[in-house]
């Protein structure tokens, strides 16, 4: 553990920009909305800023992406195909732990099974990742129900927390350990991290005062949907209210699904591009002979909270695919944010 002076902080992400594109979160002055986003100028980051309105995942998994491109030589019939990876080394400054959460899930899914995808990887391999204990949480916050928070347990290089004048740097790897020392950070002791529990204590007592309208009680929920014990008239309810925007999708972060088209570019030319995609469009599911085997909405949504609440993804993935942001009843039009859903959920279960 390490102790860094308040008004020094970001001397962090200028060492580390002398190597890596440094995202982080800026707050827009216009509209005052937080994003979290690549900077050139160290001195736009704002640790103190809400949680960013999109997940920081797009760093690793882009919304839009060329990942090869290929020709055809019709003289000797040859195809050449090119890999387009972006191997640039990226930090992610100020990253909040249940944003973290969501890249460990997409680490579990892109790289943790039996194919490792090699976008994902050249994206992931030379990130440098420090993150920031939430000392209050946020109106949309749930991560004390989902083990995500308000401060990281693991996968982080350097840890942050304010302490007041100063913030306390915890060393989550040897790189981090490097980095602190090329910094010549002072030592903490034990008082610091003392102060450090305390800050987290209180940051969960507010959970009651604060979020208390998006409290979701996972585990009961996650029995419930496992075994399917649900009623076909509770997802048909749920079902009504969605719109197949797909807005929950694009600020989940943990979210993986994705599309490929392969635009033309030449006569003999053509990319392979990827995008994000979401279960929540009809089409998501649709195969090559027009049937779609998840065709009315409800059955979407089922899908969709399947993915984030069942016991077989939990136990695939080490823990819920939900990491309590809170960003899905942040946007939903039809008020069907995971909290509302778990709700739902647990109206019929007590009824």
Not at 102 to 128: A, P, S, T, W
Not at 283 to 311: I, T, W
């Amino acid at each position: 553990m390490y102790i860094i002076n308040k008004s020094q902080v970001l001397d962090i992400a200028r060492e580390l920009q002398k190597e890596h594109q440094v995202y982080g979160p800026v707050m827009e002055k216009e509209t005052r909305q937080v994003m979290f986003v690549a900077v050139d100028d160290i001195a736009e980051l704002d640790l103190s800023a809400p949680i960013p309105a999109v997940p920081p995942k797009h760093a690793v998994f882009p919304h839009f992406e060329r990942i090869m491109s290929y020709t055809y030589d019709r003289r000797n019939k040859k195809v050449e195909i090119k890999p387009d990876y972006d191997e640039k080394p990226k930090a992610l400054f100020g990253l909040r732990s249940c944003d973290l959460t969501g890249i460990q899930c997409l680490d579990r899914f892109y790289l943790g099974q039996e194919f490792v995808d090699e976008v994902y990887r050249n994206h992931r391999k030379k990130m440098f990742i420090v993150t920031n204990t939430c000392n209050a949480p946020f109106r949309q916050c749930f991560c004390v129900c989902t083990d995500s928070g308000p401060s990281a347990h693991e996968g982080y290089d350097l840890n942050l927390t304010d302490l007041g004048d100063q913030y306390l740097v915890e060393a989550g790897s040897e790189q981090g350990k490097k980095m602190a020392e090329r910094l010549s950070l002072s030592k903490a002791d034990d008082s610091h991290r003392k102060r450090k529990e305390a800050i987290v204590d209180k940051s969960v007592s507010m959970f009651d005062s604060i979020a208390k309208d998006n409290k979701a009680w996972i585990s009961r929920v996650v029995n419930r949907v496992t075994t399917g014990l649900i009623e076909e008239k509770v997802w048909e309810y749920i079902g009504d209210q969605c719109i197949e925007c797909g807005a929950c999708a694009f600020v989940c972060p943990s979210c993986s699904c994705f599309n490929i088209v392969d635009p033309v570019t030449g006569i003999d030319s053509a990319d392979r591009m990827r995008t994000w995609d979401s279960c929540s469009y009809e089409g998501y599911s649709r195969m090559a002979g027009g049937h779609n085997p998840r065709k009315p909405v409800e059955d979407r949504r089922n899908k969709r909270f399947f993915c984030k609440l069942s016991y077989s993804q939990s136990k695939k993935y080490l823990r819920p695919g939900c990491v309590g942001c809170g960003r899905c009843a942040w946007v939903c039009p039809g008020d069907i944010g995971l909290p509302n859903v778990v709700t739902y959920i647990r109206r019929e279960i007590q009824e």
